[in-house]
Structure formats: structure tokens, C-alpha cells
């Protein structure tokens, strides 16, 4: 059995320019460490957008679709993006500068189940593809379709339109939580 020593609880709770989002709208990620491994899970309104035209699996440009997303911070403008949507559909893409992917073929493990009008996900993210230093992280969520389109963000970045590309505006992970997915605590 798996003992989690630590967890990050992370809330999106605003839109992306720092408007309370409606309670309606609010997620919760709780990210812990096990042996090897990050585990995510998620628990987000279901809003019925279409979705992805194929299986459940690794979806490019998942981000046009109802989707929360894990953005992982290292130094050197290093990055990890993990895109989850409510039917299975992932994308993890491995970056070095801002929106500069260095591999979009990174796997996680990554299962998804909506109930009524909800939807729970977890994700199993391998200690390998994290990048190097990992120390930072924010999160944001995107539904809806055309002018009703919402970007939300755990820590808002503001600005003249939604960026979630921004190394700038995260907090910073428990060292502790990474020293657990090494010793296997």
C-alpha cells in the first residue's frame, strides 16, 4: 500500500485576468508523490463540450477542447504541460522556452470517469519526463464554446488575454513532496 507523506491541493477558483470564477466552475487537482511518480487527480464540473474526434489517448491540441491543465516549472525556462480532458483524452508536452516543445511524444497513464454533471481524472506523471530542478507549478482549466469560451486559472496571469505560458506566475512545489517520489515514501 502506497502512504502519501505529502500533497499539493491545488484550486482554480479565477478566470485567467483574476475574476472569481462561479462556484460552479471550481476545480480541485491534488498532485502527491509515489515511488517514481507524480499522481494527479482531478475533480471538475463536466460542462458537455463536443470532444476530440478519436479515442481516448494522447490528443493533439487537446487545449481547444474542455480540458484542466498542469503546467510543471523547472529552472531554464523548463516545463512540463499535462492537458486532461473528462472523456480520457491527455496530451503531455515537454517544453524549454516559453511554448517551445522539445518532445510531444512524452507518455502518462491517465484515466477519467464523469458522473452526472462531474468528472474525476487521475493521471500517473513518471519521475522521467519531469523537467530537471522541477520547483513550480500553476494549473488552468478551459470550457465552453465560441464567445462563451472560459479560461480559468489557480494563479492568474493576467494581461491583455489568457497565457498560461507564463514561468512567472506559479508557486512553488514542497521540496519535500519531490523527495518522497524518490525515496518511495
Known sequence: MTRYARRVHIV???LWDGTPATPAERITLDLRARHGALELEIDAPFHGDPAPLT??????????????????????DRYLE???????????????????????HVTIAFVAEIDAHRWRGR????????PP?????NAHAIHGQGEARRYLSALPARGARPDFHRPDVTAALDPALLRDMSSGT
Open 82 to 104: 499535462i492537458e486532461l480532458g473528462p472523456r480520457g483524452h491527455w496530451l503531455a508536452l515537454q517544453l524549454q522556452g516559453v511554448r517551445n516543445v522539445v518532445d510531444a
Open 123 to 130: 493521471a500517473t506523471i513518471p519521475a522521467a519526463i519531469l
Open 133 to 137: 530542478g522541477l520547483g513550480h507549478w
Open 12 to 14: 482554480v477558483d479565477h
Open 55 to 76: 479515442a481516448p489517448g494522447r490528443v493533439p491540441g487537446l487545449w481547444n477542447f474542455e480540458v484542466v491543465e498542469l503546467f510543471l516549472h523547472a529552472p531554464a
